[in-house]
C-alpha cells in the first residue's frame, strides 16, 4: 500500500515523535511510504530516514500557496491513504481530497479541548468529514469528538500512543537505600501549559513543610517556546526568576531538549507531569515503560492511567499545596512500595504502549 505520513515538521514533539514511529513501522510492514513536511524542524529525521523512508519537506510557503502544494504533492504520488497528524496537516489532507479522491484519508485529533468547544472547534471538526476515520490518541478526547460533533461518532477512534518497549525499559535506578536524594525527571517544553512555576512553588512549600528531604529536578524541553498572548521566552523567563526567588538553583534544573531521552530516566527516581492539561503524553508511557512511578496533573487520561497511590501520585495541578503534598507522599515510601510501583507501571507498558499494537490498529484502518 502506498501511505502518505503528513505533519508540520519533525521536530522534538510528541506529535512527531509518534508519527516518525508510524512511518518506520509501516514501512517495516512492508507498505511504500512518504512522510511529507513543511517546516524544516528535522530532530526525528535521522531516525526516519537511517529506517528506509523517504522525507520531503515543502519549506518557506505562505498558508495558502502551502494548501496548493501538499494538494500537488499528494496527487502527484497517487497514493492509497494519506494519515495526517495535528490539525493543520490534517485539514490540508481533507482539502486535498476535494473534489474527488481515490486515496483513503485517515486525520488525527492530539490535543485535549480543555475549553470546550468554539467556533474553529466546530469548524476543524466540520471538515473532518471528509475523512474516512478520525483518531483521538486518548480517550478524553475521542469522548469530546463525539459529544461535540455526534456526526462523527462512527468514524472515531482511540489509538492510544506507542513506545519503544526496548529502549525505554527498567535499568539500575537510583537506589534510595545509597542515593538519599530524591531525583525528579520532567520531560516538557517549558510552556505555561505545562505548569513549571507551580511546580517550583509547590516544591518551596515542601522545602518549608519538609527540610529534611533530600530532593532535586531536572526539567528538559525547550526553552524557545512563545506563549499566545505572552513574551517570547516568558515561560523560561518567568520559572527561572521562580527557580531563583526560592533559592533552588542547585536543586532544579533546566536543561535543553535531549535526543537520547531513555537515557534520562534511568536517573530518576520518578516522572513528574505537572501539566494544566494533557491528553495521553508520550512522557507517562515512557515512564511506564521504564519501571518508574509517575506523579502527575488529574487530567486528560492521565487519571484513567495512574491510580492514586499504586502506580504513582495524582494532583490538582492549579493547587501547589495539593502538588507538595503528592511529592511528599512519595518521598516516604518506602523502596519496595517505588520498586511495585515502577513494576506494574511497565506491566502497563507492554500492554496498552507496545509498537505491535500501535501498527496494527493503525492497519487495520487502512484495509477497513
Known amino acids: 500500500m502506498r501511505i502518505i505520513c503528513l505533519i508540520d515538521s519533525l521536530g ?31 530532530f526525528f529525521e535521522p531516525f526516519v530516514v537511517s529506517k528506509g523512508v523517504r522525507v520531503d519537506t515543502l519549506n518557506g510557503l505562505s498558508p495558502l500557496k502551502r494548501i496548493c502544494a501538499v494538494r500537488a504533492y ?36 492530539r490535543s485535549l479541548d480543555i475549553r470546550g468547544p468554539t467556533l474553529s472547534t466546530y469548524r476543524r471538526l466540520l471538515f473532518h468529514a471528509l475523512a474516512e476515520h478520525v483518531v483521538a490518541n486518548s480517550c478524553s478526547q475521542a469522548d469530546f469528538i463525539c459529544r461535540t460533533a455526534p456526526w462523527l461518532a462512527r468514524k472515531t477512534t482511540t489509538i492510544l500512543n506507542c513506545v519503544d518497549l526496548d529502549e525505554f525499559s527498567p535499568t539500575k535506578c537510583c537506589d534510595p537505600n545509597t542515593t538519599p536524594e530524591n531525583r525528579f525527571l520532567v520531560l516538557a517544553s517549558l510552556s505555561k501549559w505545562k505548569n513549571p512555576v507551580a511546580l517550583v512553588q509547590a516544591l518551596a512549600l515542601l522545602a518549608k513543610r519538609r527540610p529534611d528531604l533530600e530532593w532535586s529536578v531536572d526539567w528538559y524541553g525547550s526553552k524557545l517556546l512563545r506563549d499566545r498572548g ?9 520559572t527561572d526568576a521562580a527557580i531563583r526567588g526560592a533559592g533552588f538553583e542547585s536543586r532544579f534544573h533546566l536543561h535543553d531538549p535531549s535526543p537520547v531521552a531513555a537515557k534520562l530516566y534511568g536517573g530518576a527516581h520518578a516522572v513528574i507531569l505537572p501539566s494544566l492539561f494533557e491528553g495521553c503524553p508520550n512522557v507517562l508511557c515512557e515512564a511506564f515503560a521504564c519501571g518508574l512511578p509517575v506523579l502527575a496533573s488529574r487530567v486528560g487520561d ?48 507492554e500492554k496498552l504502549f507496545s509498537f505491535t499494537r500501535f501498527l496494527g490498529e493503525y492497519e487495520a484502518l487502512l484495509t477497513a
Open 230 to 238: 505572552a513574551l517570547p521566552y516568558s515561560a523560561f523567563s518567568e
Open 302 to 349: 492521565i487519571p484513567r492511567l495512574v491510580e492514586n497511590g499504586v502506580n504513582g501520585f495524582l494532583f490538582d495541578p492549579h493547587s501547589s499545596q495539593d502538588m507538595s503534598r503528592a511529592i511528599e507522599r512519595f518521598c516516604d515510601l518506602p523502596r519496595e512500595h517505588r520498586v511495585a510501583m515502577g513494576r506494574a507501571n511497565r506491566g502497563k507498558a
Open 74 to 109: 499528494i496527487r502527484n504520488a497517487c497514493p492509497d491513504a494519506v494519515i495526517a497528524f495535528l490539525s493543520t496537516p490534517s485539514l490540508l489532507a481533507e482539502l486535498s481530497g476535494l473534489p474527488r479522491r481515490r486515496f483513503k484519508i485517515i486525520v488525527s485529533e
Open 12 to 42: 522534538s514533539g510528541g506529535a512527531q515523535r509518534q508519527m516518525a514511529y508510524l512511518a518506520v513501522l509501516l514501512k517495516q510492514a512492508g507498505h511504500d511510504v512518504r512522510l511529507l513536511k513543511y517546516h524544516p524542524l528535522d
